[in-house]
Antibody, heavy 122, light 109 residues
Framework: EVQLVETGGGLIQPGGSLRLSCAAS????????MSWFRQAPGKGLECVSV???????YYTDSVKGRITISRDNSKNTLNLQMNSLRPEDTAVYYC????????????????WGQGTLVTVSS | EMVMTQSPATLSVSPGERATLSCRAS??????LAWYQQKPGQAPRLLIY???TRATGIPARFSGTGSGTEFTLTISSLQSEDFAVYYC???????????FGQGTKLEIK
């Protein structure tokens, strides 16, 4: 059974850093395209970053230079290093698996974790 | 920049009736369009992808149509568990990538 479990969220002051992790089971992270999405309180969904199976990456404009997506193959996890956090980064962060064959760049997301809340506030 | 627009924002329907939700893309996304269901406090759940393909385990009462810029999600006979927020998402290579609509809240009439 495919399962994704996010950890690492919490309350952080503006300008601070957090590292989110997404532990995967039932499949191999390195063989799949993976993404981080976020949802601000009462708002819609936004794609923050994507790590494609071929190692290409995508970042939405508002996080470029502040956020880095990576995978740890030994732990079968997807990570998101977030620096210089801003109040507008406050959201529930979800990791998700792309429903994609290797090399595909267009795909939906078929499995999602339950999310971890990041609150940026002084 | 790609913009996805869903209508209506809120839809009130009685159990057993049909619900029709719309999604419009500002530029063509071909059939690279998915629909997700989200209940309060839960993660999104993939319902439909490639505009009309049901995801694994999704009941046949959910169907999707459309291509290019106009898409529709139809729920043929609403069950109590179907009342939720529905999002469309384009996954064509338009920036920003993997863009969602603002959602349609399906509520009990």
């Amino acid at each position: 059974e495919v399962q994704l479990v996010e950890t690492g969220g919490g309350l952080i002051q503006p300008g601070g850093s957090l590292r989110l992790s997404c532990a995967a089971s039932g499949f191999t992270v390195s063989s799949n395209s993976m993404s981080w999405f976020r949802q601000a309180p009462g708002k819609g969904l936004e794609c923050v970053s994507v790590l494609y199976s071929g190692d290409d990456t995508y970042y939405t404009d508002s996080v470029k230079g502040r956020i880095t997506i990576s995978r740890d193959n030994s732990k079968n996890t997807l990570n998101l290093q977030m620096n210089s956090l801003r109040p507008e980064d406050t959201a529930v962060y979800y990791c998700a698996r792309g429903l994609a064959a290797p090399g595909m760049m267009v795909f939906p997301f078929d499995h999602w974790g339950q999310g971890t809340l990041v609150t940026v506030s002084s | 920049e790609m913009v996805m627009t869903q209508s209506p924002a809120t839809l009130s329907v009685s159990p057993g009736e049909r619900a029709t939700l719309s999604c419009r893309a500002s530029q063509s996304v071909s059939i690279n369009l998915a629909w997700y269901q989200q209940k309060p406090g839960q993660a999104p759940r993939l319902l439909i992808y490639d505009a009309s393909t049901r995801a694994t385990g999704i009941p046949a009462r959910f169907s999707g149509t459309g291509s290019g810029t106009e898409f529709t999600l139809t729920i043929s006979s609403l069950q109590s568990e179907d009342f939720a927020v529905y999002y469309c998402q384009q996954y064509n290579i338009w920036p920003p990538r993997f863009t969602f609509g603002q959602g349609t809240k399906l509520e009990i009439k």
